[in-house]
């Protein structure tokens, strides 16, 4: 079926199989920071934007983005970067592979909550799952980089 | 998955009539794709463009869409107020938000999943559910008719005044839930309806028991109401508790979630 949709501002018409799931698509444009980790829609290793808002990719059918504006963390380079940087101040990268989930869904986070709570921040966050951190180095990260985005704002 | 034919329906009547084939299957969320063992159907039907994905108040009553999204309900203001923050609590431990944003209300009761925390908040609450074909009936006896090729549209609450409260119990968070458990007493006569679900199956609710509560809603009242509902249930064992256990801990959340109504502490 032909269908219409963007990715990350592009334009794209093609002709997809019924049953291509939004991750496999993505991968096969180049967006490798799209990746599968648990098969079972649950551990945010996937996570996009469709529309602005944050879902899991392995669980998309392709059609269904049909007409719909899709970013990735390709798509978001210059946020990504800076939200990187803090996470190599405070060492919470570690083995690195949950990170393209876990950044797109911070950034989805300060666009949907205004100065959340640390309850709140670990409620937006729960579906991301790291097997390294322990997550108390993403709650540094979070903090250090809340606070300069609402040092940002205040200015 | 083997999805040959993906049909964005037009309307109710054409999801309905390409959705009585054996191999169809109607989209929700989509969240299902993934679950386990389960058969994606060839015809996979989306009802995404039908306008389904609003709440609505009226005087008595919610009427919420079936493509309506878990986060959204659990952003909603309106809900939230209504159930004293129990459809909130029975929210937000289901996986993370990307997927609540994904997952759908129609998906989630018509599933009628063992280990949903939606299915036993709901079924506390006065709901129906409005099937294109059958029409209204109640959520309760929903649950206990078998799976048929018919389409939930509409989750119907009424506004019957009551308070209510949730517990679930997991073994980690963001995890599937060892048990379920969902309390409401009507304001105006006092009657207590309670569910419990991932006994592993799927929740159902309990009426009785309201002799009980005659004399008050004494600790030793609450006592003897929580072995009434564990005597009255069937526990059964799998990978995350054994039945013995399932069935003791119910005990607890019940007499958790009603002292917390009594004492009017919703939403600790």
């Not at chain 2, 989509?30 to 108040?57: A, F, M, N, S, Y």
Request: charged share 25%.
């Amino acid at each position: 079926m032909i269908i219409q949709y963007w990715i990350n501002g592009e334009k794209v018409i093609g002709d997809i199989a019924p049953d291509l799931v939004l991750l496999d698509l993505l991968r096969s444009k180049g967006c490798y920071s799209v990746k599968c980790g648990c098969e079972t829609t649950n551990c945010g290793l996937c996570t996009v934007w469709i529309d602005g808002t944050p879902m899991l990719s392995c669980a998309v059918p392709v059609p269904r983005i049909e007409g719909r504006h899709v970013t990735t963390l390709e798509g978001l380079q210059k946020e990504a970067t800076e939200f990187a940087q803090f996470m190599g101040a405070e060492g919470s990268d570690q083995c690195g592979f949950c990170n393209p989930g876990f950044v797109m869904n911070v950034l989805a986070m300060v666009r949907e909550l205004k100065d959340p709570t640390e309850e709140e921040i670990k409620e937006y966050l729960a579906g991301n799952l790291c097997r390294c951190t322990g997550y108390t180095s993403h709650m540094r990260v979070l903090r250090s980089y809340l606070a300069k985005r609402q040092k940002k704002v205040k200015s | 998955m083997n999805i040959t034919h993906y049909v964005k329906a037009e309307s109710l009547e054409e999801a309905y009539t390409l959705n009585q084939k054996k191999t169809a299957a109607i989209l929700g969320g989509g969240c299902w794709l993934r679950l386990g063992q389960q058969r994606v159907g060839r015809t996979i039907i989306d009802l995404e463009k039908l306008g389904l994905d609003k709440i609505e108040e009226t005087k008595n009553e919610f009427i919420i869409g079936c493509m309506v999204s878990l986060r959204r309900l659990e952003l909603s203001k309106e809900l939230d107020e209504f159930t004293n923050g129990a459809l909130q609590e029975s929210l937000h431990h289901i996986v993370g938000t990307q997927f609540r944003n994904m997952a759908t209300i129609g998906g989630s009761l018509f599933g009628r999943f063992g280990f949903s925390d939606v299915l036993t908040c709901f079924l506390v609450l006065d709901t129906e559910v409005e099937l294109y074909k059958a029409g209204r009936v109640s959520l309760a006896e929903f649950v206990r008719i078998n799976h048929d090729k018919d389409i939930i549209v509409r989750v119907i609450v009424k506004k019957t005044p009551k308070v209510v409260a949730y517990e679930s119990l997991r073994l980690s968070a963001t995890d599937f839930p060892v048990l379920t458990c969902a309390v409401s007493k009507d304001t105006d006569d006092g009657v207590v309806h309670c569910a419990i679900g991932a006994r592993p199956v799927k929740a159902e609710l309990f009426r009785e028991g309201q002799e009980f509560f005659a004399g008050g809603f004494s600790a030793e009242a609450i006592k003897k109401y929580a072995a009434c509902v564990q005597d009255s249930f069937a526990f059964g064992s799998n990978i995350r508790a054994s039945a013995a256990y399932r069935k003791d801990m119910t005990g607890v959340l019940i007499t958790r979630v009603l002292t917390k109504i009594m004492a009017g502490r919703y939403r600790e």
